[in-house]
């Protein structure tokens, strides 16, 4: 019987490059925060004496049998592993409907990969086979690719590492999100290139007493000692007195450090619409209606903003919709709810 599992998106409140590690990734820190805006992944397993893999979507892009790169796909690649480390061969056919954008920053990839595995999961216990267990499922994610662990928590999760380290945070709020799609696509090897070339002209620029002399892995030290004062329990971020606002507090709490992603820094300059996409979904002529939240997703080139009000996200749309840019609605996703939503 086919399992059908929602495989959910997600956009980074705040982003912070270290330097390049031993493996050749560069170190991250980040928050991560789930989204209801989703694909689809079908999964079909039958046991078979040989593993067989086959990969199916409603769009070109995709890796496929079709195009003989059925192991490019961060599903296809999660899913033999996951067979491998419990010892089954299987016959397994994924089907992917895209809903989301391909390589917009919003994780659609990674988050097809964790859909597979959670529905693979599914697929064996019905056959009476026990699935990999969580430790070694969340090993088999972080093999596959930097994002993909986030998935297999859900809600707001701390990304450290290259991104694959991950820890769960307390929930924020639930909040409206309009997310811009600009018709241009960003490439995150070459934004980690240009971020690298432009770190290096800003090191030989500065003085030593400027805050850029921190050096890459003060960045990473900063974000990290913000993120633990925002969500330490009880709430008491030192930024403002708890009370009014206090369902918005650790994210508003967030906003106000002035969390930035540290790839607006050489994305924007690239493409200056995403630096005007930006300023319209954070403001507003009126107050009510400007963004708790606004930036880059990933390395783009979706960009977000975040909405107390249905009035506010509605409002939003309006100004993206006269800049000729397109958009979607929809909102974020706590680890409760994202759960309670995985399976259709």
Same mark, same amino acid.
């Given at each position: 019987?086919?399992?059908?599992?929602?495989?959910?998106?997600?956009?980074?409140?705040?982003?912070?490059?270290?330097?390049?590690?031993?493996?050749?990734?560069?170190?991250?820190?980040?928050?991560?925060?789930?989204?209801?805006? &989703?694909?689809? $992944?079908?999964? !079909?397993?039958?046991?078979?004496?040989?593993?067989?893999?086959?990969?199916?979507?409603?769009?070109?892009?995709?890796?496929?049998?079709?195009?003989? !790169?059925?192991?490019?796909?961060?599903?296809?690649?999660?899913?033999?592993?996951?067979?491998?480390?419990?010892?089954?061969?299987?016959? $397994?056919?994924? &089907? %992917?409907?895209?809903?989301? *954008?391909?390589?917009?920053?919003?994780?659609?990839?990674?988050?097809?990969?964790?859909?597979?595995?959670?529905?693979?999961?599914?697929?064996?216990?019905? /056959?009476?086979?026990?699935?990999?267990?969580?430790?070694?499922?969340?090993?088999?994610?972080?093999?596959?690719?930097?994002? $993909? *662990?986030?998935?297999?928590?859900?809600?707001?999760?701390?990304?450290?590492? &290259?991104?694959?380290?991950?820890?769960?945070?307390?929930?924020?709020? $639930?909040?409206? #999100?309009?997310?811009?799609?600009?018709?241009?696509?960003?490439?995150?090897? /070459?934004?980690?290139?240009?971020?690298?070339?432009?770190? !290096?002209?800003? /090191?030989?620029?500065? *003085?030593?007493?400027?805050?850029?002399?921190?050096?890459?892995?003060?960045?990473?030290?900063?974000?990290?000692?913000?993120?633990?004062?925002?969500? #330490?329990?009880?709430?008491?971020?030192?930024?403002?007195?708890?009370? /009014?606002?206090?369902?918005?507090?650790?994210?508003?709490?967030?906003?106000? !450090?002035? %969390?930035?992603?540290?790839?607006?820094?050489?994305?924007? *300059?690239?493409?200056?619409?995403?630096?005007?996409?930006?300023?319209?979904?954070?403001?507003?002529?009126?107050?009510?209606?400007?963004?708790? #939240?606004?930036?880059?997703?990933?390395?783009?080139?979706?960009?977000?903003?975040?909405?107390?009000?249905?009035?506010?996200?509605?409002?939003?749309?309006?100004?993206?919709?006269?800049?000729?840019?397109?958009?979607?609605?929809?909102?974020?996703?706590?680890?409760?709810?994202?759960?309670? &939503?995985?399976?259709?």
């Amino acid at each position: 019987m086919p399992t059908t599992v929602r495989s959910f998106s997600k956009i980074n409140l705040g982003l912070a490059i270290g330097p390049t590690r031993e493996d050749g990734f560069h170190g991250l820190t980040t928050v991560y925060q789930t989204l209801a805006a &989703h694909d689809l $992944v079908t999964v !079909t397993a039958r046991s078979k004496a040989t593993t067989r893999i086959s990969i199916t979507s409603n769009d070109a892009r995709v890796p496929s049998d079709e195009n003989r !790169t059925t192991e490019a796909n961060t599903a296809c690649r999660a899913v033999r592993k996951a067979l491998a480390l419990v010892g089954v061969t299987a016959e $397994v056919a994924i &089907h %992917i409907e895209k809903r989301l *954008p391909v390589e917009g920053g919003m994780g659609a990839g990674s988050a097809n990969a964790a859909a597979a595995l959670v529905a693979l999961d599914k697929e064996l216990k019905g /056959q009476g086979i026990a699935p990999p267990p969580g430790p070694e499922k969340l090993q088999v994610a972080e093999e596959v690719g930097s994002d $993909v *662990p986030l998935f297999l928590i859900g809600g707001a999760v701390l990304g450290l590492g &290259h991104g694959e380290e991950v820890y769960p945070l307390p929930d924020l709020p $639930v909040l409206r #999100c309009v997310v811009a799609l600009p018709q241009v696509g960003v490439s995150t090897a /070459q934004a980690f290139r240009d971020w690298d070339s432009r770190w !290096t002209v800003l /090191q030989m620029d500065k *003085p030593a007493n400027s805050l850029t002399h921190l050096g890459p892995s003060g960045r990473l030290k900063e974000l990290s000692r913000t993120f633990a004062s925002v969500f #330490c329990e009880p709430h008491s971020s030192g930024v403002f007195a708890l009370g /009014q606002d206090h369902a918005l507090n650790p994210l508003l709490a967030l906003v106000r !450090t002035g %969390i930035e992603n540290d790839f607006e820094e050489v994305v924007f *300059p690239q493409n200056p619409l995403f630096g005007e996409i930006k300023r319209t979904l954070a403001g507003s002529d009126v107050p009510e209606q400007a963004a708790v #939240c606004a930036g880059l997703s990933g390395s783009g080139s979706a960009l977000f903003g975040l909405y107390a009000t249905e009035e506010a996200a509605f409002a939003a749309e309006g100004r993206l919709t006269r800049m000729g840019v397109s958009w979607m609605r929809t909102k974020t996703l706590p680890r409760k709810e994202y759960w309670r &939503h995985m399976l259709v």
